[in-house]
T-cell receptor
Framework: SAVISQKPSRDICQRGTSLTIQCQVDSQVTMMFWYRQQPGQSLTLIATANQGSEATYESGFVIDKFPISRPNLTFSTLTVSNMSPEDSSIYLC???????????FGPGTRLTVL | QKEVEQNSGPLSVPEGAIASLNCTYSDRVSQSFFWYRQYSGKSPELIMSIYSNGDKEDGRFTAQLNKASQYVSLLIRDSQPSDSATYLCAVKIPLGGSEKLVFGKGTKLTVNP
């Protein structure tokens, strides 16, 4: 498997503010991803975090709302900008490793927006 | 058509029984398939991966893949109450020069003592 940590583990934020989530992975990880899991739903890919360049976003997700950085191989951040209650979700970082790029997940960040 | 479909359940089985979880996918070029287990309030945990047609066994878990039918399943033998969780089927789909993992909605399994 892979060692992946995230912080914060949870936060309660006010509407209109921004929150930055950090993800640290072990050195065996090659690719990093950010997912959102809304209450009672499955996982939706937000973007692939690319080292040293702009992230690759999925349809429905934009850089202005979810800016992502990956300054080096083992660290990435996701910012949820100008939050609204609809952004209340669990945000998950994942990393892939191995010849078949199997993905492993961090513990997640539970975000509540009031 | 949704890319990855699972019966949402809930699926309830008695302790010691076999639990059968099913998943179908729409993209014929998919080559890699995964089952994740997610306990309530926790993040997904990889339990099985399968790439070739047929069965793959790991302890009490058996994954089955049929690419012609675009069908993948997970069998849990001798189910235990600790197996109670949501099981997510995930399919790796080519995306330009890369690839991405697409998840089904998950099947909630309850194993009754």
């Amino acid at each position: 498997s892979a060692v992946i940590s995230q912080k914060p583990s949870r936060d309660i934020c006010q509407r209109g503010t921004s929150l930055t989530i950090q993800c640290q992975v072990d050195s065996q990880v090659t690719m990093m991803f950010w997912y959102r899991q809304q209450p009672g739903q499955s996982l939706t890919l937000i973007a692939t975090a690319n080292q040293g360049s702009e992230a690759t976003y999925e349809s429905g997700f934009v850089i202005d709302k979810f800016p992502i950085s990956r300054p080096n191989l083992t660290f990435s951040t996701l910012t949820v900008s100008n939050m609204s209650p609809e952004d209340s979700s669990i945000y998950l970082c994942s990393g892939s490793r191995g010849a078949l790029n199997t993905q492993y997940f961090g513990p997640g960040t539970r975000l509540t927006v009031l | 058509q949704k890319e990855v479909e699972q019966n949402s359940g809930p699926l309830s089985v008695p302790e010691g029984a076999i639990a059968s979880l099913n998943c179908t996918y729409s993209d014929r070029v998919s080559q890699s398939f995964f089952w994740y287990r997610q306990y309530s309030g926790k993040s997904p945990e990889l339990i099985m991966s399968i790439y070739s047609n047929g069965d793959k066994e790991d302890g009490r878990f058996t994954a089955q893949l049929n690419k012609a039918s675009q069908y993948v399943s997970l069998l849990i033998r001798d189910s235990q109450p600790s197996d109670s969780a949501t099981y997510l089927c995930a399919v790796k789909i080519p995306l330009g020069g890369s690839e991405k993992l697409v998840f089904g909605k998950g099947t909630k399994l309850t194993v009754n003592p």
